[in-house]
């Protein structure tokens, strides 16, 4: 019987990675204004940002981490969207971040917020080649029926920012008996630490 890592129902954050917007040819990308929406969800709140979408014939920007598309949060862009929460229960903010280190400044700086926690997260350029993605994570505690959540870049250039990408909100009241090393998904590490614990447990 699918549990909610399964099925999704875990997730409130709405286009995580980006996919659903404008139509784009590959290696193309649009440019988003302040106070402008793009696809379900993400409304641009400061600055404007880059709504990417890449391929192996054009990752001078580094691929996505999910699916098509990423979005460059440029010099000082914000996306932000309202997510419908409860009142005291726990949640966890995941997102994947690279940079477009073509440019500087060559530490790219994202400020991530959930309702009240704010957290700030760099990625270190190495050389101008094509970026690693890396996982940042926030958790805390839902005080009302909406909260908002927002990304903002706090050192990026003009047109070499921070990246973000696989952005998304779960609620951990939830229980998912499969998840047992807590990535969020039911895999093969699951499974490996399960056989590795096979056995009578110790007295």
């Known amino acids: ?43 641009v709140a400061a600055g404007s940002v880059q709504r ?3 391929s192996s014939a054009c990752n001078t920007q580094g691929a996505p981490k999910f699916g098509d598309f990423f979005v460059d949060l440029l010099d000082a862009g914000e996306i932000r969207q309202a997510i419908a929460t409860t009142p005291g229960k726990s949640y966890r903010l995941t997102f994947w971040l690279s940079g ?11 400020t991530a917020s959930l309702g009240s926690v704010t957290q700030t997260f760099e990625h270190a350029c190495v050389g101008s080649a094509v970026q690693a993605w890396r996982s940042c994570t926030l958790e805390f505690i839902a005080n009302s029926a909406i909260t908002n959540l927002s990304l903002k ?12 990408d696989g952005v998304r909100v779960e609620d951990i009241s ?7 090393d807590g990535d969020g998904e039911v895999g093969g590490g699951d499974i490996g630490l399960v056989l590795l ?5 110790p007295q």
């Open 174 to 180: 939830i229980s998912c008996a499969g998840d047992v």
């Open 100 to 110: 477009d280190c073509a440019g500087g400044p060559a530490t790219k700086r994202v």
């Open 153 to 164: 870049s706090l050192a990026g250039g003009p047109s070499n920012g921070p990246l973000v």
């Open 1 to 43: 019987i699918p549990d909610c890592c399964e099925t999704g129902s875990c997730l409130i954050a709405s286009n995580g990675s980006f996919e659903a917007g404008t139509p784009l040819n590959a290696c193309a990308s649009e440019t988003v204004a302040s106070g402008n929406a793009r696809g379900t969800g993400w409304m």
């Open 197 to 201: 614990n096979f056995g009578p447990c």
């Open 52 to 54: 990417v979408r890449a």
